[in-house]
């Protein structure tokens, strides 16, 4: 069983920047494919970003493509989302989430979630 700790959310105005982190106990986090997930008050939960078990391969949505980039560090067992040029329309709470295999972009498909972080981008 995975547990998966989010933190570096905050307040940011907007042009600006967050660095959020997730990091993962209770299992090997190299054999899951990682995701980044938001859910603004009154949407649907969204992709954000994934990437692959090794870290070769990472995904985006349209909407961060260009300003947000997921890493991860298989050695700490932590992946992270770097935003920048942040946008009030960011605004939500940001959730990690891990499946096995490959990356996915449907929250259905992912087995273990964080509590999340809040993320509030002010114009």
């Known amino acids: 069983q995975v547990q998966l700790v989010e933190s570096g959310g905050g307040l940011a105005q907007a042009g600006g920047s967050l660095r959020l982190s997730c990091a993962a106990s209770g299992g090997t986090l190299s054999t899951y494919s990682l995701g980044w997930f938001r859910q603004a008050p009154g949407k649907e939960r969204e992709f954000v970003a994934g990437i692959s078990r090794n870290g070769a391969s990472t995904y985006y949505a349209d909407s961060v493509k260009g300003r947000f980039t997921i890493s991860r560090d298989n050695a700490k067992n932590t992946v992270n989302l770097q935003m920048n040029s942040l946008k009030p329309e960011d605004t939500a709470l940001y959730s990690c989430?891990?499946?096995?295999?490959?990356?996915?972009?449907?929250?259905?498909?992912?087995?273990?979630w964080g509590q999340g972080t809040q993320v509030t981008v002010s114009s």
């Open positions: 989430a891990a499946r096995r295999v490959v990356v996915r972009t449907t929250p259905a498909d992912y087995e273990y």
